[in-house]
Nanobody, 121 residues
Framework: QVQLVESGGGLVQPGGSLRLSCAASGTIFRINDMGWYRQAPGKQRELVAS???????NYAGSVKGRFTISRDNAKNTVILQMDSLKPEDTAVFYC???????????????WGQGTQVTVSS
């Protein structure tokens, strides 16, 4: 059983910073792509940032230059550092990881439970 557990959400003023963390645990052979998505009220879930196992990254245009994604492969963890936060960043943030559970398994997507980020004065 694989679990992704997120932490670090909360309330922050515009211009502030938050750091989200997501740790994968359970039976894991290999973790490939990891990423963060967000869903604002009344909107579709969207990709915020992703990072491949080789460290290459991809960002949504709206967060480029403000957010930084990183990973610690030894700890099966992905981090999202969010700076210069704006009210429009308010959303539930979800972690996703593409994981091979066993050496003979194909990739399967696992999701965290979500963490609320609210940017407001």
């Amino acid at each position: 059983q694989v679990q992704l557990v997120e932490s670090g959400g909360g309330l922050v003023q515009p211009g502030g910073s938050l750091r989200l963390s997501c740790a994968a645990s359970g039976t894991i052979f290999r973790i490939n792509d990891m990423g963060w998505y967000r869903q604002a009220p009344g909107k579709q879930r969207e990709l915020v940032a992703s990072i491949a196992s080789d460290g290459s990254t991809n960002y949504a245009g709206s967060v480029k230059g403000r957010f930084t994604i990183s990973r610690d492969n030894a700890k099966n963890t992905v981090i999202l550092q969010m700076d210069s936060l704006k009210p429009e960043d308010t959303a539930v943030f979800y972690c996703k990881a593409a994981i091979r559970v066993y050496h003979y398994s194909s990739n399967r997507d696992f999701w965290g439970q979500g963490t609320q980020v609210t940017v407001s004065s």
